[in-house]
């Protein structure tokens, strides 16, 4: 852990797991969904789900859909904003046994139909783990430049990948890789220490056997 | 690449001053300039200051529960604690109050523990001249020792109880007022250490589950416990149990609290029947 991530962030209050996480919870999915979601059903686990409504949680990552940064004075008010800029918001509770008690399943649709489900973990200081994507294992946090690749589950993949990466330079910082079942559907989880460029990412979305390359950059953000 | 022990931390700053170790060691990590690091640094410290000169009196939390109480502090004459810690108090309550009404500040380590670390600084910065430099060395050392504790335990109240966040606020600024003052890395160590000792097993019962009730006063708590630990200190007292192994029994302590006491807003304060008054209220839809 960064000491920055000890002090700091600069945020809004009053809660940094409760508020500033989950207004960056919020801003991830949405990143990771590549749009503003015309619909959000936002689940919200344990301690979310028992204090969410005090700590200001639910107006939290609704205001991280809209892509607010955690220290934007609008955070309290973002359900109207939601409402004026067409986004159609639910928020429930949820159990989900063994899970971190500040855990948020989101799921949110696109203005395209295009859909994508993200559990994630508040785990304190504002800091997050992206538990799940889709319901495929994964954990990243998020503050380096990461790329999420699903793939077939076949010989060759990550070896194409990384020589991708290699080609253009890119250092990996942390790699996983997770599979429904052998043979079926994998996901690879790259952490990069350097932003990636555009024409890098569609190569390895064209890549034979790669089903979708997702880019997640949330620097400066 | 992270501070896992304080002795670790100890043994980098011997050529060094602690708090430039702790720098380097974010350059390193992140792979910034010194200049980058510390600018950025001092950012928070000038969001602290903010944080606090932006205080309103007037301005109330949505519940009710706070506002007011730092300036009602500030307006007393002769307190028990004199005009230097009513002021550390006044701080504390102010920033607490403002994070609270969902105002701006600076989580450190985390926003319920928002008050302590500016109101041990601020006060004494203001009072006896300290240079903006000096404050933000102090940063650097209380990020450090925070580090070490959120790597051996959490700096999370759903995780670790109260002792997680006020706790771990007031072992960092204690160590940071030892700094303040010119102490060596063995005394901050000392005094985060004690401050540590001090609110081992401090549960995590927000009334209504809002950061209100008793957070905004556990922030004085947590301001006055680590001036006390640092002039122990500074005084050549020392803790008895190094201050790592103070770090592992709080993780552990944290681990046996049960959820009821951490942070879900259902044991301690808020289970009483006031508290559970207060959150029937809360509950009310608004007229």
């Not at chain 1, 948020?104 to 696109?110: Q, R």
Request: aromatic share 2%; glycine share 10%; proline share 5%.
């Amino acid at each position: 852990m960064n000491i920055f991530d000890i002090m700091g962030p600069i945020m809004v209050g009053p809660s940094s797991s409760h508020t500033a996480g989950a207004a960056r919870m919020g801003r991830v999915a949405r990143h990771l969904l590549g749009s503003q979601p015309v619909k959000a059903v936002i689940q919200l686990h344990g301690s979310f789900a028992d204090t969410g409504k005090g700590h200001g949680t639910d107006r939290a990552i609704v205001a991280g859909l809209l892509d607010l940064a955690p220290d934007h004075p609008d955070i309290p008010r973002s359900f109207q904003l939601a409402q004026e800029a067409g986004m159609e918001v639910s928020i429930h509770p949820v159990d989900l046994p063994g899970a971190h008690p500040n855990t948020a399943l989101i799921h949110l649709t696109d203005a395209q139909g295009h859909t994508l489900s993200v559990s994630a973990s508040s785990l304190g200081g504002g800091r997050i783990r992206v538990n799940a994507i889709d319901e495929m294992e994964a954990s990243f946090s998020g503050e380096l430049p990461t790329l999420i690749i699903r793939n077939q589950d076949r010989p060759g993949i990550v070896s194409q990948v990384s020589q991708v990466l290699s080609e253009h330079q890119a250092n990996i910082a942390t790699m996983q890789l997770y599979r429904d079942r052998r043979g079926g559907l994998a996901v690879m989880v790259i952490e990069c220490d350097n932003h990636l460029s555009p024409a890098l990412v569609d190569e390895l979305s064209h890549l034979d056997g790669v089903e979708k390359c997702t880019y997640l950059n949330m620097e400066g953000c | 690449m992270a501070f896992q022990s304080v002795e670790h931390l100890i043994s980098c700053s011997t050529q060094t001053p602690l708090w430039k170790a702790v720098l380097l060691d974010d350059c390193q990590d992140r792979d910034v300039k010194e200049e980058e690091s510390f600018s950025r640094m001092e950012t928070l410290w000038q969001a602290m200051v903010d944080s606090v000169d932006s205080y309103d009196p007037q301005r109330r939390s949505a519940s009710g529960l706070s506002g007011g109480q730092g300036a009602k502090m500030e307006g007393v004459e002769h307190t028990l604690c004199g005009p230097f810690m009513q002021q550390v108090i006044a701080t504390a309550l102010k920033v607490g109050e403002h994070n609270a009404c969902m105002g701006r500040i600076v989580a450190a380590p985390t926003a319920g523990a928002s008050g302590v670390m500016p109101a041990v600084l601020l006060p004494l910065c203001r009072s006896e001249g300290l240079s903006t430099q000096t404050m933000v060395e102090c940063l650097y050392v209380a990020a450090g020792f925070g580090q070490v504790i959120a790597t051996r335990a959490s700096i999370s109240g759903a995780e670790g109880g109260c002792q997680a966040e006020i706790g771990s606020a007031s072992g960092m600024a204690a160590a940071a007022l030892v700094h303040a003052r010119g102490g060596s890395a063995e005394q901050m160590a000392h005094a985060c250490a004690m401050a540590l000792q001090n609110v081992l097993g401090l549960v995590c019962d927000p009334v209504a589950g809002l950061v209100e009730v008793p957070c905004v006063k556990r922030n004085v708590m947590g301001a006055v416990n680590a001036m006390a630990c640092a002039d122990m200190a500074l005084a050549g007292i020392t803790a008895a149990i190094p201050c790592d192994q103070v770090i592992d029994a709080m993780a552990t302590v944290g681990r046996t609290l049960p959820s009821a006491l951490r942070e879900t807003g259902k044991g301690g304060l808020a289970a009483t029947p006031a508290g559970r008054a207060i959150a029937q209220q809360q509950a009310k839809p608004a007229p």
